[in-house]
């Protein structure tokens, strides 16, 4: 199943912390100084803490400005919230299983893919993490994505191809970097990012239609004509920033999972080898959609892999990813 040869005491199916110790020797010349994985780490947290705090400024602003140009900003900001809400809570509680539904994702049997098993649950307990349920996608394509709103309701799914294409350092690498977005609560920031974008969203369309579908108040001078000048031009604009934000926040994501997986393995090669491999493969997903690109651990959408599109990508560039990983 497995092109990788070394290691033969994860292939066994003893726990990860036999894995890590078989290799501990080699990670004392080769590994990476833990310091630079902690400060990598420490540096996406900060990063994740600011965007979320400028997104919520941001969605403050747009709505005072709301309030001031038409006098009902108030009301219109707790509706556009509360519809947005509702729509996150309903993806927040059954969106993994929609997701594992549409990747066509099979649970995993230990008897036929003892090996993945091991490692899903040897990483689990050397994260501090309940084990996540263990998915298999058949197709050809490397990939991987992990789902679920806490580390008690989560999942990992691999597809076949990631299996047959990856060694055992490889695949250890992609496993410790999803159960690494299980740890750090990933699904509960986009969560929370999908509120923000929703409402911001739902502001901005109110704002346009109450320009067209009613007039300005009477009452207001120059000022107040300026105000709605602004306010116009932040409901054309704010969805697009609101979306450049949270597109934002998910590369930081990224970047914190893979510095968080390395950590776990002691041995960012693994990964960084992974996301070369996975990257440079020019089989389509055919399980992946619009809908569920962003969750995989590596665009499975081919045309949106270019380097013009990093701005307007979930993922980070996998070169970036790598020169990271390498650095460490």
Not at 87 to 114: C, E, H, Y
Not at 194 to 199: C, D, F, N
Not at 243 to 250: E, V
């Amino acid at each position: 199943m497995f092109s990788g040869t070394g290691h033969k005491g994860a292939g066994s199916g003893l726990p990860i912390g036999s894995i890590s110790s078989s290799r501990s020797s080699e990670n004392e010349k080769k590994g990476p100084r833990a310091s630079m994985i902690y400060e990598e780490i420490a540096a996406n947290k900060r990063r994740s803490f600011l965007l979320i705090s400028f997104f919520v400024m941001f969605l403050l602003a747009l709505g005072w400005i709301f309030g001031m140009s038409y006098g009902a900003g108030e009301a219109g900001v707790a509706m556009a919230l509360a519809v947005a809400l509702v729509i996150s809570l309903v993806t927040f509680f059954w969106g993994d299983k929609m997701v594992l539904g549409i990747s066509r994702a099979r649970p995993v049997d230990r008897k036929q893919n003892p090996y993945l098993a091991n490692v899903v649950e040897g990483l689990a307990i050397a994260a501090g993490v309940p084990t996540p349920k263990a998915f298999v996608i058949d197709d050809s394509a490397p990939n991987a994505f992990a789902t679920g709103r806490n580390p008690e309701n989560s999942s990992v799914a691999v597809t076949t191809g990631l299996l047959k294409k990856l060694n055992r350092l490889e695949l250890e690498g992609v496993i410790a970097h999803e159960i690494s977005h299980i740890k750090n609560f990933d699904i509960r920031y986009a969560m929370l990012v999908a509120v923000l974008v929703g409402t911001v969203a739902l502001v901005s369309d109110w704002m346009r239609r109450s320009f067209f579908y009613r007039g300005r108040r009477k009452k207001g001078g120059a000022g107040s004509g300026l105000i709605v000048v602004v306010a116009l031009v932040l409901a054309i604009l704010a969805p697009v920033i609101a979306q450049l934000i949270r597109l934002a926040l998910s590369r930081q994501r990224e970047y914190l999972a893979d510095a968080s997986g390395a950590l776990l393995t002691r041995y960012p090669e693994g990964l960084a080898s992974a996301l070369e491999k996975i990257s440079k493969d020019t089989e389509p997903l055919e399980a992946a959609n619009k809908a569920t690109a962003h969750l995989y651990i590596v665009n499975p959408l081919l045309e949106h892999r270019g380097k013009l599109n990093s701005l307007f990508s979930t993922h980070p560039p996998a070169e970036e990813r790598i020169k990271r990983l390498r650095a460490m």
